[in-house]
Structure formats: structure tokens, C-alpha cells
């Protein structure tokens, strides 16, 4: 039987949260998957419990980056190496529900999507339930305004990013973004599920808090990656933010 997922997860620091991100992508329903961690980290006393973790699980596969590259390319080189039909990303310190992946994959399977994407809770560090980011079927102008998909509950066909060189580019932040933008402009819808299938964490003191780190990136998506003027891509920031802030 062909392998179907591959589970893409960067990851840094913190080994505690990447175990339970593990432990929600093997306790799957669905179980025709793949992991692969690209560890991007220099913390060396995490190398023993990832060996011994590859060591452990056949499913479970582990790149060791020589220098911290970031994300974004760290997801590109699990990609290279992957051997599934659908590519699934999960970040380190986020989780699944336990009949994400069989959701995501029954409805690509039988409708024929590209690209899905679902609901997703927002919790605090200690696991507590802070909010709901509902999920919206989406295209290029609808996305061009509002970045509202969730990284780790993002579920692609590979072959649509087969061709590109480095999906992901060398951004801290909006890496995603600049992702979701190339395929949707291309024509790739990305449909919705409506369940929180994914609990994203909260995360004191994560790039993704950084709001100077965010603008910068995001007047960055929109001058060097869709190629808009300088004054447009302010604008358009502005836009962007604006919309965040009204779904806060």
C-alpha cells in the first residue's frame, strides 16, 4: 500500500511540547503516515531522545540541520525527502485531534481537493482553551486580505509543490503565507473543514509574537513575492492587520 501522509515538523527547542505533538500524530485514526522531524536546534542534549525516538518508530524519520536555517527551509528539506501523497505540517508545539488526518484525507480523497485546511482552538501553555479560528473555504483575493489558514492544520497533495524549488521561503515569519498566495494564485482553492481539529498553542516569547518581526515579513510577502510597489505592500500590510485584529 502506498504511503499517503507525510507529516512535516520543524522543530527548535522546547522537547516537551514535541512530544506531545508526536504522541497526536501517532495516536491517529488514520495511519498510513510518515513523520519527519528536521531538527533545527543547538540544544545537542536533544539528539539522544531523537535518535532514540528514530530508533523506537520505523515511521519516524529525522533530519539534523548543521546551522539553524529557520522553518520555512527546514520544511522545505523534509518535503524533498518525503514519500507520501498528501503533505500534512504540523509545528512543534501545536496538536492534532486524533481523527484529523482521517477527515482531512476522506474529504481530498472523495472530493478531489488540492488543499484543505480546518478549524483550529487556540490554547494557552498550559492546554487551557482560549478561543476558535473557524476555517473558510478560501482564494487568492479572499487570501490576498486575510491570512486565515493554520499552518498545522494545513493538508496538501504533494504533487502541486513538486515543481517548486523552495515552497517555503527565507522569511521568520509569513513563510506560510507567502505559500498559501503562490498556490492560490496558480488556482488551488483551500477548502474547509469546519471542526477544530488542531489546538495551536499560545506561545510566550514564538517569532510569530514578534509584531515588528510580523510587519517587516509581511510588507516583505507582499513587495518581494507577489511584487507589489513599496506604498501598495504598506497598504496592503495595513489591510492585513487590520483584519487580524477585527478576528482577534
Same mark, same amino acid.
Given at each position: 500500500?502506498?504511503?499517503?501522509?507525510?507529516?512535516?515538523?520543524?522543530?527548535?527547542?522546547?522537547?516537551?511540547?514535541?512530544?506531545? $505533538?508526536?504522541?497526536?500524530?501517532?495516536?491517529?485514526?488514520?495511519?498510513?503516515? @510518515?513523520?519527519?522531524?528536521?531538527?533545527? #536546534?543547538?540544544?545537542?542534549?536533544?539528539?539522544?531522545?531523537?535518535?532514540?525516538?528514530?530508533?523506537?518508530?520505523?515511521?519516524?524519520?529525522?533530519?539534523?540541520?548543521?546551522?539553524?536555517?529557520?522553518?520555512?527551509?527546514?520544511?522545505?528539506? #523534509?518535503?524533498?525527502?518525503?514519500?507520501?501523497?498528501?503533505?500534512? !505540517?504540523?509545528?512543534?508545539?501545536?496538536?492534532?485531534?486524533?481523527?484529523?488526518?482521517?477527515?482531512?484525507?476522506? *474529504?481530498?480523497?472523495? $472530493?478531489?481537493?488540492?488543499?484543505?485546511?480546518? $478549524?483550529?482552538?487556540?490554547?494557552?501553555? @498550559?492546554?487551557?482553551?482560549?478561543?476558535?479560528? @473557524?476555517?473558510?473555504?478560501?482564494?487568492?483575493?479572499?487570501?490576498?486580505?486575510?491570512?486565515?489558514?493554520?499552518?498545522?492544520?494545513?493538508?496538501?497533495?504533494?504533487?502541486?509543490?513538486?515543481?517548486?524549488?523552495?515552497?517555503?521561503?527565507?522569511?521568520?515569519?509569513? @513563510?506560510?503565507?507567502?505559500?498559501?498566495?503562490?498556490?492560490?494564485?496558480?488556482?488551488?482553492? !483551500?477548502?474547509?473543514?469546519?471542526?477544530?481539529?488542531?489546538?495551536?498553542?499560545?506561545?510566550?516569547? $514564538? *517569532?510569530?509574537?514578534?509584531?515588528?518581526?510580523?510587519?517587516?515579513?509581511?510588507?516583505?510577502?507582499?513587495?518581494?513575492?507577489?511584487?507589489?510597489?513599496?506604498?501598495?505592500?504598506?497598504?496592503?500590510?495595513?489591510?492585513?492587520?487590520?483584519?487580524?485584529?477585527?478576528?482577534?
Amino acid at each position: 500500500m502506498k504511503l499517503k501522509v507525510s507529516v512535516i515538523i520543524p522543530f527548535y527547542n522546547n522537547l516537551s511540547l514535541l512530544k506531545k $505533538s508526536i504522541k497526536s500524530v501517532l495516536n491517529q485514526t488514520f495511519k498510513s503516515f @510518515e513523520i519527519i522531524i528536521i531538527y533545527d #536546534g543547538g540544544d545537542k542534549s536533544n539528539i539522544k531522545y531523537l535518535k532514540n525516538l528514530n530508533a523506537k518508530y520505523s515511521k519516524i524519520k529525522i533530519i539534523y540541520n548543521k546551522k539553524n536555517i529557520g522553518a520555512g527551509l527546514s520544511r522545505n528539506k #523534509g518535503i524533498k525527502i518525503s514519500k507520501g501523497k498528501y503533505i500534512a !505540517f504540523l509545528d512543534s508545539d501545536d496538536t492534532w485531534k486524533k481523527n484529523k488526518l482521517s477527515s482531512q484525507i476522506s *474529504l481530498m480523497e472523495k $472530493s478531489k481537493y488540492s488543499a484543505t485546511h480546518t $478549524s483550529f482552538n487556540i490554547i494557552d501553555y @498550559e492546554g487551557n482553551y482560549l478561543s476558535k479560528r @473557524e476555517a473558510n473555504d478560501l482564494d487568492y483575493n479572499k487570501l490576498l486580505n486575510s491570512c486565515d489558514i493554520g499552518l498545522s492544520t494545513v493538508v496538501l497533495k504533494k504533487n502541486i509543490i513538486n515543481k517548486m524549488n523552495k515552497p517555503f521561503p527565507p522569511l521568520k515569519t509569513k @513563510e506560510d503565507y507567502v505559500l498559501w498566495l503562490r498556490l492560490s494564485k496558480r488556482g488551488v482553492i !483551500f477548502y474547509s473543514l469546519k471542526k477544530p481539529l488542531t489546538n495551536w498553542k499560545n506561545t510566550p516569547n $514564538s *517569532l510569530s509574537k514578534s509584531v515588528y518581526q510580523k510587519l517587516k515579513d509581511a510588507i516583505s510577502v507582499y513587495k518581494d513575492y507577489v511584487k507589489m510597489s513599496l506604498s501598495r505592500s504598506i497598504i496592503q500590510t495595513l489591510i492585513l492587520s487590520t483584519n487580524f485584529l477585527i478576528k482577534k
